[in-house]
């Protein structure tokens, strides 16, 4: 079964500035290339879900580390874990995910990733690659029991920190990958892009600082439609995918 979900002052503007510099030269310590040090106390940390607990990791790169502080006013009472890391691309992701999102033993995870590929952040990369690592991690989310919500990539018609890459085509392509491999293989699809494109396929006025990292109101239009994506994951029993 699958399902297709579809629909600041100088302070922020500092914090955008931030957000776009650390995407342009990764989060990673020296010698931690995928940032495997990043959450590692607070996964240590962090308690068992309880028995019939609905936790959901939401797993990406900056776009998800900056919405984690949104989580308590945007989805109160839910037991939602922010892992994402500040410019990475999925190979990163990929390195990580077993530590960053098995280990807590999730219901769901949220994957939100590829943009930072389109980039070139580590380097050259295909669509086809991009591909394979999301696959992957799809992979390795459902043979240990995680329900995957695969989300699209938010539209962008330029990158602040690599100009010229003309990334909105690029990320239309991928996207439409993410919808049928989720159609295919029976995980959740949420797609943030047509809830927020503009009809030259980059970002809405408004909703993001910087035409990639979304603003408050960004994330107010995301989070009922992943909201919806986790009811709809959560509504079917892993063995009937």
């Known amino acids: 079964m699958s399902v297709r979900v579809v629909r600041g002052g100088r302070s922020a503007l500092v914090i955008c500035c931030l957000v776009t510099c650390a995407a342009a030269i990764g989060a990673q310590p020296a010698g931690d290339w995928a940032s495997l040090s990043r959450y590692r106390e607070a996964n240590a940390a962090l308690r068992a879900p309880e028995p019939g607990e609905a936790r959901v990791v939401f797993y990406g790169n900056s776009i998800t580390e900056a919405w984690a502080p949104h ?33 807590l033993r999730p219901a769901v995870v949220v994957i939100l990733a590829g943009i930072n590929d389109i980039a070139g952040n580590t380097g050259p990369s295909t669509l086809e690659m991009i591909q394979d690592n999301l696959a992957s991690m799809c992979e390795i989310a459902s043979a240990n029991g995680v329900r ?13 920190w690599r100009r010229g890459l003309d990334p909105a085509p690029k990320v239309i392509a991928l996207n439409a990958w993410i919808g049928r491999y989720a159609a295919e293989h029976g995980h959740t699809f949420v797609d943030y892009h047509a809830a927020m494109a503009d009809s030259a396929g980059g970002m809405r006025e408004g909703l993001a600082y910087d035409g990639v990292h979304p603003t408050e109101a960004g994330y107010r239009v ?20």
């Open 222 to 241: 995301m989070a009922p439609l992943v909201e919806r994506g986790i009811r709809e994951a959560l509504s079917v029993r892993p063995a009937e995918r």
């Open 71 to 103: 989580f308590a006013a945007q989805f109160p009472g839910k037991d939602y874990i922010g892992r994402g890391i500040s410019g990475q691309t999925t190979p990163q992701m990929l390195v990580r995910f077993r530590q960053d999102v098995v280990a």
């Open 148 to 160: 995957v919500v695969l989300s699209s990539v938010l539209p962008a018609a330029d990158f602040p």
